[in-house]
């Protein structure tokens, strides 16, 4: 199974800030974000978002939320691998684009998110 970098995610009480940030050091800027349920905003390079950002009002500071990578394996093969690793485990679907989120908790507390293109179901 081959992995391919997508995005870091983080956590924020003031995406403007962080997307500020991001735009000034590296140049990303403010593109094109499905439309989920809660606030944010995603910055892109060359038509790749690099950085997602999670609007949460009642966080003080900034955290990294997820790291993601995607394959072009089945959502399904991956699914039963992440089954087999005995880890937690949540499913998500990109709203529009179909694409499938396996959010993974690591034991060192980080979240990976595993993107699929093709169905679990």
């Known amino acids: 199974m081959t992995w391919t970098f997508d995005h ?7 995406g403007q800030t962080l997307q500020d940030a991001f735009g000034g050091l590296l140049g990303l800027t403010p593109g094109r974000r499905p439309p989920f349920p809660f606030p944010g905003r995603w910055l892109y390079q060359d038509g790749q978002a690099l950085v997602h950002v999670i609007e949460q009002p009642a966080l003080n500071e900034a955290a990294l939320s997820h790291i993601a990578f995607r394959t072009d394996e089945d959502a399904a093969v991956v ?12 499913l998500a679907q990109v709203p529009e684009d ?24």
């Open 79 to 90: 699914l039963k691998r992440v089954q087999g690793s005995g880890l937690p485990y949540q």
């Open 98 to 121: 179909g694409i499938w989120q396996i959010f993974v908790r690591m034991p060192c507390g980080v979240v990976l998110e595993l993107d699929a293109k093709t169905g679990i179901l």
């Open 8 to 14: 870091l995610a983080f956590n924020t009480a003031d």
